[in-house]
């Protein structure tokens, strides 16, 4: 009996052993488990504020593409009317000199002006009012579609650039 109760108070020190050392290392692999649950913790927040960051900048990149575009569509509308306004002067120019056409030099020696004169100068001026009005329409599409593609890739660059 003495000896049953050796092997069994020896194989309770021997379990007893095993336990703990099973304790100890289960203490060990919740620690480990703790410091890598707070390094993807970590790691997540860095990546949210980086991509925050990120975001910020491709936001104030496009606000800025977006006011600089406006600038220059500003500016091609105001050279556009500028345009316009010189094509208004010449054709009134070209109106005074259909007129002058029409009422003769002045000159006595002049011949009186005829109905060649009054049609030549009412087709020149209807041609130069189309061709002004073409190349105004021209001028608009070409300068809207110049900035509409320069803020594109002025855009995508921003966006696309880390």
Same mark, same amino acid.
């Given at each position: 009996?003495?000896?049953?109760?050796?092997?069994?108070?020896?194989?309770?020190?021997?379990?007893?052993?095993?336990?703990?050392?099973?304790?100890?290392?289960?203490?060990? =692999?919740?620690?480990?488990?703790? @410091? !890598?649950?707070?390094?993807?913790?970590?790691?997540?927040?860095?990546?949210?504020?980086?991509?925050?960051?990120?975001? !910020?900048?491709? +936001? =104030?990149?496009?606000?800025?593409?977006?006011? @600089?575009? !406006?600038?220059?569509?500003?500016?091609?509308?105001?050279?556009? /009317?500028?345009?316009?306004?010189?094509?208004?002067?010449?054709?009134?120019?070209?109106?005074?000199?259909?007129?002058?056409?029409?009422?003769?030099?002045?000159? #006595?020696?002049?011949?009186? #002006?005829?109905?060649?004169?009054?049609?030549?100068?009412?087709?020149?001026?209807?041609?130069?009012?189309?061709?002004?009005?073409?190349?105004?329409?021209? /001028?608009?599409?070409?300068?809207?579609?110049?900035?509409?593609?320069?803020?594109?890739?002025?855009? +995508?660059?921003?966006?696309?650039?880390?």
């Amino acid at each position: 009996m003495k000896e049953a109760l050796i092997v069994a108070a020896f194989a309770f020190l021997v379990c007893l052993g095993l336990l703990i050392a099973e304790e100890r290392d289960h203490a060990e =692999t919740k620690r480990l488990h703790a @410091e !890598q649950i707070a390094d993807l913790e970590r790691a997540g927040r860095e990546a949210v504020e980086e991509a925050r960051i990120e975001e !910020q900048r491709r +936001y =104030t990149a496009l606000q800025e593409i977006a006011h @600089e575009t !406006q600038t220059q569509l500003d500016r091609a509308r105001a050279d556009a /009317a500028g345009a316009a306004n010189a094509g208004d002067r010449l054709r009134k120019r070209i109106a005074q000199l259909t007129a002058s056409c029409r009422a003769g030099t002045g000159h #006595p020696g002049s011949a009186a #002006p005829g109905q060649t004169a009054d049609v030549t100068a009412d087709l020149l001026a209807d041609v130069q009012q189309r061709l002004d009005e073409a190349a105004d329409a021209i /001028a608009r599409h070409a300068d809207a579609a110049r900035i509409a593609g320069l803020a594109c890739e002025s855009a +995508y660059d921003a966006v696309s650039a880390q």
